[in-house]
């Protein structure tokens, strides 16, 4: 399957700023999706990100505070704006082929 | 709507002993079944999965799961469990398209000397 290249794998941010995650495919893909794992949880899905158009968010989720970026079928940024403690997560991209899903190293996140 | 119950948080073996680890799924339409592992402070990495073909499916590491749809099951086994087999396990459903991927909550193992 395609590998994804996630960065960076981990960053200590201040409340109040931002952060823009990158995830690269060694192959094109036609679905990306960005993930929140918050500690000891699950995956939740934040948005599937659709090239050439906006992302689609899920509920809880919206475009001001993840802005998503998929300006090719090998690359994707998610942005966390204005970050909380609350925010402390790891967030992971993932892209989908073929019933098949792959998963970047995820970005350890911690605002202090 | 598809969901995934995974009905053990946390499941402790001891090494060489077998592993069983529950799912089940509710899916409107034959899904697209899946097992991912995750190692602490590392990616998620797919175990086996399920795509309407054979209903016994061998995954990597000795690992292997059954689709019963009767039961709605997908449980993953292990005949022997071995030290490095301890890590998170997720459960994952999605539609035949490859879209809609659920996650089920985690089952954390543990496997003791």
């Known amino acids: 399957s395609a590998v994804i290249s996630q960065k960076p794998s981990r960053d200590i941010c201040q409340r109040g700023t931002s952060l823009t995650i990158q995830c690269q495919v060694d192959?094109?893909?036609?679905?990306m999706f960005w993930y929140r794992q918050q500690p000891g949880q699950s995956l939740t899905l934040i948005a599937t990100?659709?090239?050439?158009?906006?992302?689609?968010?899920e509920s809880g989720f919206v475009i001001d505070k993840f802005p998503i970026s998929r300006p090719n079928l090998t690359f994707s940024t998610l942005t966390v704006s204005n970050m909380s403690p609350e925010d402390s997560s790891i967030y992971l991209c993932?892209?989908?082929?073929?019933?098949?899903?792959?998963f970047g190293q995820g970005t350890r996140l911690t605002v202090v | 709507a598809q969901s995934v119950t995974q009905l053990d948080s946390h499941v402790s073996v001891s090494e060489g002993t077998p592993v069983l680890l529950r799912c089940n799924y509710s899916?409107?339409?034959?899904?697209?079944l899946f097992w991912y592992v995750q190692h602490p402070n590392k990616g998620l990495q797919l175990l086996l999965k399920?795509?309407?073909?054979?209903?016994l499916v061998k995954g990597i590491n000795g690992f292997e799961a059954e689709f019963k749809k009767s039961e709605t099951s997908f449980h993953l086994t292990k005949p022997s469990a071995h030290m490095s087999d301890a890590a998170e396990y997720f459960c994952?459903?999605?539609?035949?398209?490859?879209?809609?991927?659920?996650f089920g909550p985690g089952t954390r193992l543990s496997v003791l000397p």
């Open positions: 993932s892209g989908a082929e073929r019933t098949e899903a792959f």
């Open positions: 192959s094109q893909v036609t679905m």
């Open positions: 990100a659709n090239q050439g158009s906006e992302a689609t968010y």
């Open positions: 899916s409107s339409y034959s899904p697209s």
């Open positions: 399920y795509t309407s073909a054979a209903t």
């Open positions: 994952v459903v999605s539609d035949v398209y490859g879209q809609n991927f659920v």
